[in-house]
Structures are given as C-alpha cells and as structure tokens.
C-alpha cells in the first residue's frame, strides 16, 4: 500500500473533489483516479461512489481515510525519528501573522542564532487561511495563526494546534463619536448605521461584526477593507467607518477604542504543525519557546 495513495486518500475526504486534490498536489485528475481505483484494488472493495458529477467516499473509503491519518502520522514520526533527542539543526520554514513574527518569533530568531547556530528558521509572513494551506502543501513546517471566541476555526485532524497567547479587543471609533457606555450589543447598536471596515486577507473579523451586528438587531454594512491596522486607524480618522481593533494599542489622535464586554472579544493565536512532526527537534524547540513567549504577556495581531 503506497503512502502516495493513502495521502491522496485523506485529501480526498477533506476536500471532496480529485480536481481539487490534484490541483493541491501539482498533479492531473486523471493521475488521482488512477491511484484511488489502485488504492481500492488494493483493499478489495470500492472506496468512492458517483456523487452527481463527482466522486463521494463510501463507507469503507472514509473508514480507510481514518486509518490513512494514522498510517501517515506513523510514517512521519518514524521519518523525522532518525535522531530522537540530537541537537536541533537544519531549516525550519515558519509561516505566519505579521504580529506572531515581529513580537514572538524574530526574538527567539535571533537568540537560536548564537544557541544553535545550526538551526535556520526561514520566515514567511501570512494570514491563517494562507500559512494552513502551505502546512497542507508541505510548504512549511510551522503555522503561526489565530482565530476568535466568536469566530473559532475548523477543526482538522491531521494538525494539532498548540495554543499560544490570547488578546482582548475592542471597536475603534472617531474620537468626537457620541458613544455611550454599555455591554458590546448596546455599544454595537448605537453604531447600527456606520460603515464597517474589515480585515482584506482574512474573514475573522468580518464573522465576528457580523455576529454582533445581528445580535444587537442589525446587519452590518461592510464597506472598507484592510490588512494593516495602521490603515484601519487611518480611514477612522478621515470618517470612513468604524473597525475592530486590539485593546492596547496607541490610537491615532482622531481614534477612539471603546472597550467591548459582554460578550468580549478576544484574538487567540496558536503553534500549528502536522502530526508527525511534533517531535522533530527544530520544530519541538520552536514551539516549546514559542509558549515560552506567551506566558509573558498577551500581543495583537499586527500592532502598528
């Protein structure tokens, strides 16, 4: 039984589509039917069934699928098990939110530069959705991403997120905004008639006004988009909308950040990383400091 197949297999089931499987790992359809209708000539039984115009697992291919996380977990672990305990060294390829590097990761960067010179940590910056998506790739080895209490992520079984620091956030407004004081969906509902400004790269924050907007008895209209708080801060202060922001964080003269309580909103990051390689000394020593870091007080996401 090849591990090809069985990966092919897993993504498969998490995917729901071979065009969608190949395109993920840079081969054709055709190849992928191949390998499945292999894959089952292999087991002795159908694995997937005519759903429409696609292609749907059946029973015994979504059992197997189950098992194919296990049987790849183990072949990973014994893969990066050659040298249990030897000294980190070699690359590891971290993809992450621009917060997580600049505040956590570039100082345990340049501490291992003396401690392990050995190891090399390449740095990539990227939303969650992106850094998950090169971790499904093989494109890198650790994914620095966040989500929030009002918006939690998917949950995926072939990675384990480690958590890391959590941050409480707010609604920066103009600073001359008659605002008064009261629980998020009271605070919310004075604003009912606001353009609202969100994230460009990632649909959290988004999930998380529009969440509120329809509890304080509204929907929101969604107009702006920015990656850079710096910029949400910005098109505050020249009156195009209001926008969520980390409580913390210096304002702009003309900003305003108005508490939210009740229910609160607040960012949580995580560490996240295949099974299998969990125990890979680069990767182990890089989240262990990671949590390190967090232990020391609480960031936000991309701090001006």
């Known amino acids: 039984m090849e591990t090809r ?3 092919m297999l897993v993504e498969l089931s998490r995917l729901g589509s071979m065009r969608a499987v190949a ?3 840079g081969t054709t359809t055709s190849t992928v039917s191949q390998q499945m209708a292999a894959l089952a000539d292999d087991m002795g039984t159908a694995l997937t069934e005519p759903h429409g115009r696609l292609v749907r697992l059946t029973p015994a291919g979504r059992r197997l699928a189950e098992h194919a996380v296990t049987i790849l977990t183990a072949v990973e672990t014994a893969r990066h098990d ?3 305990g030897s000294e980190p060294n070699g690359t590891l390829r971290v993809a992450g939110f621009a917060t997580a590097i600049r505040a956590h990761l570039l100082p345990i960067v340049t501490a291992l530069t003396t401690s392990h010179p050995r190891l ?3 740095v990539r910056e990227h939303e969650p959705a992106e850094a998950l998506r090169l971790l499904a790739e093989d494109a890198t080895d650790l994914a620095l991403t966040y989500d929030y209490n009002l918006a939690p992520a998917a949950e995926d079984p072939v ?3 480690t958590a890391l620091w959590t941050a409480r956030w707010g609604l920066g ?3 001359r905004a008659d605002i008064r004081p009261g629980s998020t969906l009271e605070v919310f509902a004075q604003l009912a008639g606001q353009d609202w400004i969100v994230n460009s790269r990632n649909t959290a924050d988004e999930t998380v006004i529009r969440t509120l907007a329809s509890m304080a008895g509204f929907t ?7 990656d850079s708080l710096d910029l949400v801060q910005g098109m505050i202060t020249a009156g195009l909308g209001v ?3 980390p409580m913390g964080t210096a304002t702009f003269p003309a900003v305003r950040l108005v508490p939210l309580t009740a229910p609160d909103v607040e960012l949580r990051s995580y560490a996240v990383a295949r099974h299998g390689r969990l125990d890979w000394p680069p990767l182990a020593l890089v989240t262990d400091l990671l949590v390190g870091r967090s232990t020391t007080g609480s960031q936000s996401r991309h701090l001006p």
Not at 220 to 226: D, G
């Open 5 to 7: 197949r069985l990966r």
């Open 23 to 25: 395109d993920m790992l």
């Open 82 to 84: 050659l040298a249990p």
């Open 120 to 122: 090399s940590i390449l």
């Open 159 to 161: 990675v384990r997120a």
């Open 173 to 175: 407004v103009p600073a």
């Open 220 to 226: 929101p209209r969604i107009t702006h988009q920015a």
């Open 243 to 245: 926008g969520l922001l």
